[in-house]
């Protein structure tokens, strides 16, 4: 059910100073979704997930993260919710072929509550549909040797996105988006 891609979005970001890149392990990364629809959850994911990731740890702010996942494989387990996410009330996934996520910005978190992880937030800016609206991302990050694992949640509003229409009434307002990588070091 998770075996995916990679994660939330795709980012540009012209760096010749970042210090690692990331060859992210589509097998073991996936990024998942619960929101709740007519009272019930609706848990799913997306098939269809990639990640350009460029980041020193140690030296974050010179770094960056693209991201995206493809709309069009989502998956519910529910047919019709299925057709009613991707449709054109939906992600409108024949227009709107990915959704994107593109750092401006990577810092070490003051604190970190997660034992033998860093904590750090991207920020960037979130597009989905066409739209794009400033969103912080925070995440930890475990590194085994040239192995790192990086785990965020996140939480969207969807008609920040204009995603559903006044009979989407009793479809949750927010998602809560799980993103999980795991990435090998390049160089």
Same mark, same amino acid.
């Given at each position: 059910m998770k075996r995916l891609a990679t994660t939330a979005a795709v980012c540009a970001l012209a760096? %010749?100073? /970042?210090?690692?890149? /990331?060859?992210?392990?589509?097998?073991? &990364?996936s990024v998942t979704f619960e929101t709740q629809a007519?009272?019930?959850?609706v848990n799913g994911y997306f098939e269809n997930i990639g990640a350009e990731i460029d980041l020193d740890p140690? !030296? %974050?702010? +010179?770094?960056? $993260? &693209?991201?995206y996942v493809e709309p069009g494989t989502v998956f519910t387990g529910t047919p019709e919710a299925d057709t009613a996410l991707t449709g054109p009330d939906g992600f409108a996934a024949q227009s709107f072929f990915r959704a994107t996520f593109n &750092? @401006?910005?990577i810092r070490e978190a003051e604190s970190c509550v =997660?034992?033998?992880?860093?904590?750090?937030?991207?920020t960037g800016i979130? !597009? $989905?549909r066409?739209?794009?609206? %400033?969103?912080? =991302? %925070?995440? @930890?990050?475990v590194e085994e040797g040239?192995?790192? +694992?990086?785990?965020? @949640? +996140?939480?969207?509003?969807r008609s920040d996105y204009g995603i559903g229409t006044i009979e989407w009434g009793l479809a949750g307002r927010m998602t809560t988006v799980n993103i999980h990588i795991e990435a090998d070091r390049v160089n």
């Open positions: 760096a %010749p100073a /970042w210090a690692s890149d /990331w060859r992210v392990d589509q097998a073991d &990364s007519f009272g019930s959850p140690d !030296n %974050p702010g +010179i770094g960056g $993260i &693209s991201a &750092s @401006t910005d =997660v034992s033998g992880a860093r904590c750090f937030v991207a979130l !597009n $989905i066409g739209g794009g609206r %400033p969103l912080e =991302v %925070p995440f @930890t990050l040239d192995r790192a +694992i990086a785990d965020a @949640t +996140i939480v969207v509003r």
